[in-house]
C-alpha cells in the first residue's frame, strides 16, 4: 500500500522560511515524479512544484520560482519543499503526490495525473 506522509507546514511570517517534508512508503521513489500541490480557501487546486526523481528534472509554478526548492532523496524516499521568502498569499494547505513516470518523459505537474496522494500540511503566512 502507498502513503504518503506530509509534514512541516505551519504558521510562518512572511520573508522567513519553512521546509515541507514528504515521506512515501509502498514505492521506490526513483520511478515516480513527486508534485507539491496547494489548495487556498475557496481556490482550487494548484501546482506548486514537481520533480522526475529519475532524471532530476523539474517544474515550478511561476509564483514561486525563486522563492521555493523542491529536491528528493531517494534513499530515504522522502522529498522536500524548501519555501524562502513566502507570501501571505502562499498560505494553503500543502499536498503531496506522486505517479509513475520514465527517464526522459517532459515532466508536467497537473493535479489529475497524480495517482498518490497524502493528507496535506497546513501552511500560513502572516504578514
Known amino acids: 500500500e502507498v502513503q504518503l506522509q506530509a509534514s512541516g507546514g505551519g504558521l510562518v511570517q512572511a520573508g522567513g522560511s519553512l521546509r515541507l517534508s514528504c515521506a512515501a512508503s509502498?514505492?521506490?521513489?526513483?520511478?515516480?515524479?513527486i508534485g507539491w500541490f496547494r489548495q487556498g480557501p475557496g481556490k482550487e487546486r494548484e501546482g506548486v512544484s514537481c520533480?522526475?526523481?529519475?532524471?532530476?528534472?523539474?517544474f515550478y509554478a511561476e509564483s514561486v520560482k525563486g522563492r521555493f526548492t523542491i529536491s528528493s532523496d531517494d534513499a530515504k524516499n522522502t522529498a522536500y519543499l524548501q519555501m524562502n521568502s513566502p507570501k501571505p498569499e502562499d498560505t494553503a494547505r500543502y499536498f503531496c503526490a506522486v505517479k509513475y513516470t520514465g527517464w526522459g518523459v517532459p515532466i508536467t505537474c497537473n493535479s489529475y495525473e497524480f495517482d498518490y496522494w497524502g493528507q496535506g500540511t497546513q501552511v500560513t503566512v502572516s504578514s
Open positions: 509502498g514505492l521506490s521513489f526513483d520511478d515516480y515524479v
Open positions: 520533480i522526475n526523481s529519475m532524471d532530476g528534472s523539474t
